[in-house]
């Protein structure tokens, strides 16, 4: 599940903005950035296997993940600074030229025999920093090309594109893992280049852009400051990265179980194309969910909907059953991820746009990055059950929470956002 660090409030959105095309910039943009959302897919999914070829522990794989997103998150907040200090453009081109080099290197080093655990944490580590004070720099940048009223238009296309590239990503990468264990990796590195060449010819104003003169902690301070207040936000944080923890806790443990059992990368990214076709379908409706249904009804029903498909998944881990589960678990991310984004969106001034990002997706997305190692704990510790279970746990918290709490279920479709106090 994306989560809502990315994300804002979309008031007004009506019936005809989604017909109308979007701009020439943010196809630029997209395109940059699906680049890099599937040399992201490769990634994710070749090094905590390669790491699990390597040594044969799961524990140790699920630690090269857990790496990468924890120093993910460690540098959201610094990162968010830099994305609101400088040229947002640059800092794209800067993120796509380290993780290019990166993983390009790690490819030499698994083609030449040399790969080993302390070069793919290492790996993993540089990657990771690199996501954290750059990454974020692409999803800031669209605030400044996207209207606040076309932001839903925008994030269905973006989940839709995600879906489609974790379709390809995880075949892809397994299938090249059989092939020549640097390969999926090499793709990577190559994809990540090439969105420095994409993002090139888009140009837009620096509004956004605070003034380089004022110090780090003042940026830091005046963004605490204004999201302090706004409760509300703070809840949606909690039970998104909640749900992130779930859902990566899932994934994880069924991949690694089903690595385990075939010894096939390739069965293991079906795993995850099984998800993405979920994910691509659910797009298709996802405008008009977003449009018709209570953002404040639309969270738990979603919630519900996970939690269901999840406990399937981990009863029946493997076999046709399994590929059905995940087909329709995550049938109603599109929809409910635009909702998140878009009450976020407008609600959050644009030169603030990557401290506040970074500030709430260090709680979205921060939970999900213990995930990995948690679970990979768990599963050689105890067996897939217990793994499953401690898994499953946070999402079923997130379930309650969110059917009984009022500044959740308050929350109104798009065109009443503006009449709610964020």
Known sequence: MRDASDAEQAP???????????????????????????????????LPLLALLVT???AQAGLVGTVQAVLTQVCLIPGGLLIDRFDRRR????????????????????????LTLALLVAGAALVGTASGCLGEA????????????????????????????????????GLLMGLASGASLALAGALNALSVVLIQPLRTHRAAVTDGARGAWSLFVEAARWLRPRRRAHLLALLVGAVNFSVSGVMTTTQFTVFA???????????????????????????????????GVLIPV?????????????????????????????????????GLAGFFFGATPEAMQ????????????????????IVGVALQAFGTSVAYAIALGPVVVALIVSCLARPITEIPRPDRWADLEF
């Open 302 to 338: 979603t919630f519900a909907w996970l939690a269901l498909g999840m406990t399937g998944v981990a009863l029946f881990p493997s076999g046709p059953p399994l590929v059905v589960l995940l087909m329709l678990t995550f049938l109603g991310v599109p929809a409910v991820n635009a």
């Open 91 to 114: 800092l794209i081109m800067l993120h796509g030229v380290v993780q290019a080099g990166t993983l390009l290197a790690l490819a030499a080093l698994a083609w030449s025999g040399q």
């Open 12 to 46: 007004g959105t009506g019936a005809e903005a989604p017909r109308r095309p979007l701009s020439s910039a943010y196809r630029w943009w997209l395109a940059s950035d699906s680049s890099v959302a599937a040399a992201a897919g490769l990634r994710e999914f070749t």
């Open 261 to 295: 059992r075939t010894g096939q990368a390739l069965d293991a990214g079906l795993i995850t194309t099984a998800a993405g076709v979920s994910v691509v379908v659910g797009a298709l409706v996802a405008g008009l969910v977003v449009s018709r249904v209570r953002t």
């Open 354 to 373: 990557g401290r506040v990002q970074a500030l709430v997706g260090t709680v979205t997305v921060g939970f999900g990055a213990l995930a990995p190692v």
């Open 138 to 173: 692409s999803d800031a940048l669209l605030r400044s090309i996207v209207p606040v009223e076309r932001y839903p238009q925008a994030i269905t296309l973006n989940e839709g594109r995600d879906a489609a590239l974790r379709l390809a990503s995880a075949p892809v990468g």
């Open 56 to 58: 044969g522990s799961a």
